[in-house]
C-alpha cells in the first residue's frame, strides 16, 4: 500500500506564499506521474498542476499558472506545490495524488492524500 501525506496549509494573506508537501511512502512505488488537486467548498475537485516523476513534464490549470510550481524531490519521494501570489479564490482543501498516468483527470489517479486546507484572507 502506497500512503501520501500533505503538509503546509495553514492561514495566508492575498498576495503571500505557501509550499505544500506531499511525502510518499509504503511498498516500493515509482509513480509516473503525480498531481495536486483541490476542492474548495461547494466545489468539484479541480485539477491544478501534474508532473512526470521524471521531471520532464510539467503542466498547470490557466488560473495558477505563473503562480504555483510544482516539483519533485526523488530521494525524498516528496512532491511540493509553492504557491506564490495567492488569492482569496485559492482557499480550498489540496490533495496531492500518484498514478501511473500523466492526467488532469481525478479518475485517472490510484493513490490520493487526506487533503490540506488552504485559506486566504482577503
Known amino acids: 500500500q502506497v500512503q501520501l501525506v500533505e503538509s503546509g496549509g495553514g492561514l495566508v494573506q492575498a498576495g503571500g506564499s505557501r509550499r505544500l508537501s506531499c511525502a510518499a511512502s509504503?511498498?516500493?512505488?515509482?509513480?509516473?506521474?503525480m498531481g495536486w488537486f483541490r476542492q474548495a467548498p461547494g466545489e468539484e475537485r479541480e485539477f491544478v498542476a501534474v508532473l512526470t516523476w521524471s521531471g520532464d513534464s510539467t503542466y498547470y490549470q490557466t488560473s495558477v499558472k505563473g503562480r504555483f510550481t510544482i516539483s519533485r524531490d526523488n530521494a525524498k519521494n516528496t512532491m511540493y506545490l509553492q504557491m506564490n501570489s495567492l488569492k482569496p479564490e485559492d482557499t480550498a482543501v489540496y490533495y496531492c495524488?500518484?498514478?501511473?498516468?500523466?492526467?488532469?483527470?481525478?479518475?485517472?489517479?490510484?493513490?490520493w492524500g487526506q487533503g490540506t486546507q488552504v485559506t486566504v484572507s482577503s
Open positions: 495524488a500518484a498514478g501511473t498516468t500523466y492526467s488532469i483527470r481525478g479518475r485517472d489517479y490510484d493513490y
Open positions: 509504503g511498498r516500493t512505488f515509482v509513480p509516473y506521474a
